[in-house]
């Protein structure tokens, strides 16, 4: 009984005394700040300076845009997909190509499933632009066209459930990866 008293407060000791060494890895290898984002934030697609609204879902895994003609082909023995984000205010539509990362079955109802494709994008978030995994999905009926599930998320933001749009989603020349 004393061995394990004593070893209790050993390990107290070290845990108080040196916190650096209980920290994971990945989190001290990264500087990146996490911040505080709304529910709902503004984002954008850089490299088509595309503005988007986008709900920030903690109770989804990936991420996910809204697409519109999603086409699968095959190039090099890869498989591409091609995909339309419907328009923006003025209209304008983006016709998209991008490699096919993966394919997930989305859960929908007690019984029905959709399979999408993964692609990898670009996306600005509160002054960086990080690369991360969408599913393409038929959002036509949701209230905004881009959900940021956990896997984007992890390490970027936390989420405030009483605020929206608290974040700047002009990236200008950042990057981070």
Sequence with gaps: MQHARAFFFATAFFALAFPPFLTSASAQEKDVETV???WVE???LPSFDRLLIARLDTGAKTSSIYATNVEMTERDGRRWVSFTVPGDENGE???LEK???????IK???DEYDNRYV???EV???GQIYKTQVNLADRSHLNYPMLLGRRF???VALVHSGKTFITEPNCGDASNG
């Design 124 to 126: 600005c978030f509160n």
């Design 93 to 95: 539509e983006l016709h």
């Design 36 to 38: 505080v984002a709304g």
């Design 153 to 155: 998320l992890k390490d």
């Design 99 to 105: 490699p096919v990362r993966r394919s997930v079955l």
């Design 42 to 44: 503004h984002v954008t």
């Design 108 to 110: 929908r109802g007690t």
């Design 119 to 121: 692609v990898d994008m």
